[in-house]
């Protein structure tokens, strides 16, 4: 079979397409013939060195794609063989992620895709939506409040967005560029501030009249502080599952602290069993409903990975890069 590797971290071009012996399913494990997986932040991150040294000998990158199980190993039920699938958590603590044209994983991690989603919306699920679903649904509902999401081009935002309207909300999101107010506008948000060309902490607090908001989703938590602590109300709670452009912020802890804020920092591989349930309970049940409009963004075949990498490091990317397999004829049957 056909994957994608590396064996050491850097730039782009540290992948390499490569033939390797198509894996067998082992015990409480699937076999997913790949139809589409998904390049996301993270993945590129883990590539390029952020997330520190890699981890094992050579890796076969990306968390998130969507397929088809064409066998299943012992302890899991034999009819699940056929079903369509969408995958999240590939490449956590694993070798083998889904940029590959067969991957065997955990049976819990290959989730059934309703037959209102293709593969390269199925592809989308995994890290945004249940990142977007963690940070919005863990203090409480939304009904009624103000919510924030910033970065609203991006693909946790996409959901955040849709979410929260879901669940009664009114959202505002801060974009960068008129392309990405479009988008945001296009997933439903209510108020599109581009921030690059207003005073978004002004625009916020006129948008509420005064009030500010009740949640924060938050993709730059440190770069972004001052900014969350001028428009959350008291009482409020930010979900944060970023902040890169400051990765060490200084915590005003007492004003904070006497505004009875919540720090919320939300990490997809890590939810509690309960929490994760819930999010693809819900997930699924809303893309079942035809209810969630899916990020998809540009594909590339397989074997260009690497130009998928370097769009995404570009900062110009709206929507989910994804790369497209096709192993076995999955999307042809789905």
């Known amino acids: 079979m056909r994957v994608i590797e590396y064996d050491r971290t850097g730039p782009a071009d540290v992948l390499t397409l490569a033939e390797r012996d198509r894996p067998e399913p082992g015990p409480g494990e699937v076999l997913v013939a790949m139809a589409v997986s998904a390049v996301h932040p993270t993945d590129v991150k883990a590539r390029a060195g952020a997330r520190g040294p ?56 290959a989730v059934p895709l309703p037959d209102a989603a293709d593969y390269a919306e199925g592809a989308c699920l995994g890290i945004p939506a249940q990142t977007a679903y963690a940070c919005l649904f863990t203090d409480g509902p939304l009904h009624g409040e103000d919510v924030l999401v ?69 993709v730059e938590f440190g770069g972004n502080l001052a ?18 452009a400051a990765p060490e912020p200084v915590l005003p802890y007492y004003p904070m602290m006497f505004a009875n804020l919540t720090l919320r920092m939300v990490l997809l591989y890590k939810l509690a069993p309960q929490l994760r349930a819930a999010a693809i309970g819900a997930i699924t049940a809303w893309t079942g409903a035809g209810r969630l409009r899916h990020p998809v963004g540009r594909r590339w075949p397989l074997a260009d990975a690497a130009a998928a990498h370097a769009h995404v490091e570009s900062g110009a990317r709206i929507g989910v890069a994804l790369l497209d397999i096709d192993a076995a004829g999955t999307d042809k049957a789905g």
């Open 227 to 244: 900014q969350s602590r001028a428009v959350l109300r008291d009482g409020g709670v930010i979900a944060a599952y970023g902040s890169m």
């Open 54 to 109: 890699l981890p094992f000998a050579s890796v076969v990158p990306h968390s998130d794609g969507a397929g088809r199980i064409v066998a299943v190993g012992p302890g899991v039920c034999p009819r699940r063989e056929g079903e369509r699938v969408w995958l999240y958590n590939a490449a956590w603590g694993r070798a083998d992620g889904t940029a590959a044209e067969y991957v065997a994983l955990p049976a819990w991690l």
């Open 150 to 218: 910033t970065g609203g081009a991006g693909t946790v935002g996409a959901y955040a967005i849709q979410m929260a309207r879901l669940d009664g909300a009114r959202v505002i999101t801060t974009v960068s560029s008129p392309e990405k107010a479009d988008f945001a506008r296009a997933m439903g948000a209510d108020v599109v501030i581009d921030y690059r060309r207003e005073d978004a902490t002004a625009a916020i607090l006129d948008a509420t009249d005064g009030r500010g908001v009740a949640r924060i989703v938050e």
